[in-house]
């Protein structure tokens, strides 16, 4: 593993997770728990793609695990796409 892959590095590009969540409701209870994480600036979701997406900007080094967490505790999960596209 690398600091790359294990931490949303801060700046414009942000980092892409999918989620399993498909309401609306649940949609906007994932970005309240993921906007509680310290260091998190923004959560944009986009529900006309499937899987639904969340693209992550942070104003901090932030674990990917920790956004995995707080997803989790909304009852979802939340997967990080791959670094590069194949």
């Known amino acids: 593993m690398s600091l790359i892959s294990e931490n949303v590095i801060p700046g414009n590009h942000g980092k ?3 989620t399993n969540a498909t309401d609306h409701e649940d949609l906007e209870s994932i970005k309240t728990a993921i906007l509680k994480v310290d260091g998190v600036k923004d959560v944009f979701i986009d529900e006309d793609a ?3 997406t969340i693209t992550i900007h942070t104003s901090d080094l932030v674990p990917i695990n920790e956004i995995e967490n707080a997803v989790i505790e909304t009852g979802f999960h939340a997967i990080p796409k791959s670094l590069f596209e194949l």
């Open 50 to 52: 499937f899987p639904k």
């Open 16 to 18: 892409i997770f999918e």
